[in-house]
């Protein structure tokens, strides 16, 4: 039997002076799965995925990943192993290799191996961003490149979790596609377990995709 990577105990949650968005939520998911999120705007779902990485705290209950309690892992190193990629692409001043290399300019991932520049390149090639170059201005990026490098950037640190919350919502159709197809791959491929929330024309032919429905302060799957 498969032992859940998350788990969700009893968490409930509400922002202050109002009502619950989430309560009493008691589930789990297994590593590698695919979780798409679905629910009406306003319903908890982003909050959902700022729960999981630690951005909000919740009301009372747990979440666990890998049996040990989220609340026991220190945020840079809960975020090392969970990634949220976020609706806007956020980039810093500098060139797409600046941007890349984020991460390990942080004291927590300094002692990591950095990916070369012939490593980074054929990221961005998978990526389908090979005429990008790694001197570019980032500035200088359309949207969809802008994103694309947002999702290479969170495959660096190698996360075992990535938190998706409408990562195409500002592409046009041909830029969400690629975006989806490099998501699909990540989790079939890399067994990177994947939570999205997504209202823009995902379609798919994996196999196994949950569908986690959050209605009416409940969070469950249909």
Known sequence: MDTPLIQFEKLSFSYPDSEPVIKDATFSVNKGAFVL????????????????CRLEEPTSGLIKLDNTPISDIDPPLLRRKISYLQQTATLVQ??????LLLAFSFKIN??????????????????????VKLEKHA??????????????????????IFLLDEPTSALDQKNADIVFKMI?????EYGVTVFMITH????TQMQGIKLLE?????IKFT
Not at 37 to 52: H, Q, V, W
Not at 148 to 155: F, G, M, V
Not at 200 to 203: D, L, R, V
Request: charged share 30%; aromatic share 4%.
């Open 139 to 160: 500035a200088d990026l359309s949207v969809g490149q802008k994103q694309r490098l947002c999702l290479i950037r969170s495959t660096l640190l190698e996360p075992s």
């Open 37 to 52: 999120i679905r629910g009406e705007s306003g319903i908890g779902k982003s909050t959902l995925l700022r729960l999981l």
């Open 94 to 99: 500098g060139t797409v290799r600046d941007n």
């Open 184 to 188: 699909e791959k990540l989790n079939w």
């Open 110 to 131: 300094s002692h990591l191996p950095r990916p070369s520049d012939k490593q980074l390149q054929v990221l961005l090639k998978e990526f389908f961003l090979d005429g």
């Open 214 to 218: 959050i209605k009416n302060m409940e």
């Open 200 to 203: 823009n024309g995902f379609e």
